[in-house]
T-cell receptor, first 110, second 120 residues
Framework: LAKTTQPISMDSYEGQEVNITCSHN???????ITWYQQFPSQGPRFIIQ???TKVTNEVASLFIPADRKSSTLSLPRVSLSDTAVYYC???????????FGPGTRLSVLP | DTGVSQNPRHKITKRGQNVTFRCDPI?????LYWYRQTLGQGPEFLTY????????KSRLLSDRFSAERPKGSFSTLEIQRTEQGDSAMYLC??????????????????FGPGTRLLVL
């Protein structure tokens, strides 16, 4: 199971682009990379998932370099409502390998 | 709203009492998960069901904890003889089994709002 490392916290201002990088040096060949967002007193919410290169949806973009040893979640033009904890998960299989680390606590300031 | 629902949202109990939480997954999802989350930490896996079969249990799940999913639909998590260390948010999630096999990480779990338990 690939271990992930991400910053504990980040601050940003409204309207800025935020990039959160996750390191996963021992990612396996078949592993996907998934990001979840969690607001206080709510369950985590799926944001985006990718395997390689770039994935974009209406919420975020996910950049994955060729060696796949890291990934970057990019949130364009953040607002106050993007203040949350963001979790990077790698090598998820169903069951108890669905492992959340402490995540990155993003604070968006006015 | 057809998302995952959990009841109750909040529960306060005294040490030694039993508590039961309920989770209603998204209707077409056959996998159901329970997690526990304490302040400042990510969710920790407790157990998971494929339909009515409980397939995995974490070593975090002591013998005071039991989970059921009798008809493969809703699930209950019971904690007997609660302890103050059981105070946490209990999260339920559901997912749909991918057809044709699942590569690592392709499954997406949908979480409920959680039940916050406080043991006094």
């Amino acid at each position: 199971l690939a271990k992930t490392t991400q910053p504990i916290s980040m601050d940003s201002y409204e309207g800025q682009e935020v990039n959160i990088t996750c390191s996963h040096n021992n990612i396996a060949t078949n592993d996907y990379i998934t990001w979840y967002q969690q607001f206080p007193s709510q369950g985590p919410r799926f944001i985006i998932q990718g395997y390689k290169t770039k994935v974009t949806n209406e919420v975020a973009s996910l950049f994955i370099p060729a060696d796949r040893k890291s990934s970057t979640l990019s949130l364009p033009r953040v607002s106050l409502s993007d203040t949350a904890v963001y979790y990077c998960l790698v090598g998820i299989r169903y069951g108890q390998n669905f492992v959340f680390g402490p995540g990155t606590r993003l604070s968006v300031l006015p | 709203d057809t998302g995952v629902s959990q009841n109750p949202r909040h529960k306060i109990t005294k040490r030694g009492q039993n508590v039961t939480f309920r989770c209603d997954p998204i209707s077409e999802h056959n996998r159901l998960y329970w997690y526990r989350q304490t302040l400042g930490q990510g969710p920790e896996f407790l157990t998971y069901f494929q339909n009515e079969a409980q397939l995995e249990k974490s070593r975090l799940l002591s013998d005071r904890f039991s989970a059921e999913r009798p008809k493969g639909s809703f699930s209950t998590l019971e904690i007997q003889r609660t302890e103050q260390g059981d105070s946490a948010m209990y999260l339920c999630a559901s997912s749909e089994k991918e057809m044709g096999g699942v590569s690592a990480g392709q499954e997406t779990q949908y979480f409920g709002p959680g039940t916050r338990l406080l043991v006094l």
